[in-house]
């Protein structure tokens, strides 16, 4: 079924076979699971069981660093849980949260008190997304330059790697606006949404769709703004597997805001990229030139669909005018391969010739030995 949805798309479509066809582990090579010892086994079963995408990332980094950012995930991610369980009184989880790391030393503690869903308003959403992704990016990055695979300064600057975090972050919620909805769960900013209506869940009736989207717009704007601080920070890297860990995410994201923009969908169902294009998105973004180039694609997309009557309009407008005239720093990783529209149109004839010759040959065959029998 994917590769009939990529017909149409030359490039998706060669670079899913290739995927398929052993592509995968140049970008993100198999594990060794049988060196591990019973606990580093234990900690990779629940990191695929949480997240297989970001597992994927995880275990494709060199040498020790993809065990410590394998537990340094799995426990932020726990913290994750606590800090988004609506059903827990601040009272009570302040003091969760701060004893946290005492409880890690503990193997039989258990957190089981949560109650059925209570919607709550999320008041601090800058400070919320610092704390829950923010910090993450600026864990990783000094975690890099500890370990000498970065330079020092990857890990000094906050404010970058804070912005890889926070792209991160604002892009999920606002993908996720039905699913936390239907979940109890409010995370778009108040100081946004109130503009347009008295409740957040409004958004979801037929009537409220047009400002729905033009909240949409303006929450897709604001994230956008990290833009420049992630090229930045992508640069810096050296160190192939701790590239391809940070571009791969930030370029599905930036494709997923650009599906999501101007976007209705957003408010009836699921808004996804397309197997083909996650795969050629992760094929390609393996050094800097290449990963601009899909950014610039995507700013196109959206600069392309802004709506004239849109409130954000200038602001969009703006802050793409300054990703694409933002200088590329010299980078370590410029390599990228590239293939004609005609190569690939090529490629998926033949693979479709091949595709009709083996139909063909297998229903001759059954025909024989249908005969045969009789």
Not at 190 to 204: I, M, N, T
Request: aromatic share 10%; proline share 4%.
């Amino acid at each position: 079924m994917e590769f009939v949805k990529c017909l149409g798309r030359p490039e998706e479509f060669y670079n899913l076979l290739r995927f398929q066809m052993g592509g995968r582990r140049k970008v993100i090579p198999k594990m060794d699971q049988d060196s591990l010892s019973s606990s580093l086994k234990t900690c990779y079963k629940y990191l695929n069981q949480t997240s297989r995408s970001f597992a994927a990332v995880i275990e494709a980094l060199d040498g020790e660093m993809r065990h410590a950012v394998c537990i340094f995930y799995l426990v932020l991610r726990a913290l994750d849980t606590l800090e988004d369980d609506m059903t827990i009184s601040v009272e009570k989880k302040v003091p969760l949260l701060h004893n946290f790391h005492s409880y890690l030393y503990e193997p039989d503690w258990r957190y089981m008190d949560s109650k059925e869903k209570d919607r709550q308003v999320l008041e601090d959403f800058p400070t919320y997304c610092h704390y829950v992704a923010g910090l993450v990016g600026i864990g990783l990055s000094r975690l890099f330059s500890a370990s000498e695979l970065e330079d020092p300064l990857v890990g000094e600057d906050v404010e970058c790697a804070n912005s890889m975090g926070l792209f991160l972050q604002k892009t999920n919620i606002i993908r996720d606006y039905l699913e936390d909805q239907r979940e109890g769960r409010e995370f778009w900013p108040q100081e946004v949404w109130s503009k347009y209506v008295k409740k957040l869940g409004d958004f979801a009736k037929p009537q409220n769709i047009d400002l729905a989207v033009k909240c949409l717009n303006e929450l897709i704007t604001n994230a956008l703004h990290h833009i420049p601080d992630v090229i930045t920070y992508l640069s810096r890297l050296r160190n192939q597997s701790v590239f391809n860990f940070c571009a791969i995410p930030q370029v599905m994201a930036i494709a997923t805001l650009a599906a999501c923009y101007n976007n209705q969908q957003v408010f009836k169902g699921v808004v996804k990229i397309r197997k083909g294009q996650a795969v050629t998105l992760m094929m390609d973004a393996t050094n800097m030139p290449a990963v601009k180039a899909i950014i610039y694609q995507y700013m196109e997309e959206i600069y392309h669909r802004i709506p004239s009557s849109d409130p954000s309009s200038g602001k969009t407008r703006q802050i793409i005018y300054t990703i694409r005239t933002q200088n590329l720093p010299n980078c370590q990783l410029i390599s990228r391969s590239h293939y004609s529209p005609i190569y690939l149109s090529f490629v998926v004839l033949l693979a479709a010739l091949s595709w009709q010759y083996l139909s063909t040959l297998s229903q001759v065959t059954e025909d024989y030995v249908q005969t045969g029998e009789h």
